[in-house]
C-alpha cells in the first residue's frame, strides 16, 4: 500500500508561483512512476505532468508545457510539481499519483491516489 500526501497549494496571483510537494510512503517509491493530476471546478480531472523513476523522462500536458516543471527526490521520496506564470484557468484541485508497475511516465493507470491539494489562482 503506498500513501500520498500533496502539501504546498494555496492562493496565487496570475503570473506567480507556487511549489507542490507529494511525500510518498514506500521503501520502493523509487521505483514508481509519479504523476500529477489536476481537476478544475466542473471540469473532469487531467493529466498535468509525469515522471519516471529516476527522473530521466518527464511528459506534460499541452497546457503547462514550458510553465510547469516536475521532479523528484528519490531520498526524500518526494515529487514535487513547480508550478510558475500561473493563469487562472490552472484553478483546480492538484492531485499526486504514483504506480509500481509502469515503466514511462504515464497520462494514465495509476493505482494511487492521493487527496489532493487546492490550488487558486487570481486574476
Known amino acids: 500500500q503506498v500513501q500520498l500526501l500533496e502539501s504546498g497549494g494555496g492562493l496565487v496571483q496570475a503570473g506567480g508561483s507556487l511549489r507542490l510537494s507529494c511525500a510518498a510512503s514506500?521503501?520502493?517509491?523509487?521505483?514508481?512512476?509519479m504523476g500529477w493530476f489536476r481537476q478544475g471546478p466542473g471540469k473532469e480531472r487531467e493529466f498535468v505532468a509525469a515522471?519516471?523513476?529516476?527522473?530521466?523522462?518527464?511528459d506534460y500536458a499541452d497546457s503547462v508545457k514550458g510553465r510547469f516543471t516536475i521532479s523528484r527526490d528519490n531520498a526524500k521520496n518526494t515529487v514535487y510539481l513547480q508550478m510558475n506564470s500561473l493563469k487562472p484557468e490552472d484553478t483546480a484541485v492538484y492531485y499526486c499519483?504514483?504506480?509500481?508497475?509502469?515503466?514511462?511516465?504515464?497520462?494514465?493507470?495509476?493505482?494511487?491516489w492521493g487527496q489532493g491539494t487546492q490550488v487558486t489562482v487570481s486574476s
Open positions: 499519483a504514483a504506480d509500481p508497475t509502469l515503466r514511462f511516465p504515464s497520462r494514465s493507470r495509476y493505482a494511487y
Open positions: 514506500g521503501r520502493t517509491f523509487s521505483s514508481y512512476v
Open positions: 515522471i519516471n523513476w529516476s527522473g530521466g523522462s518527464t
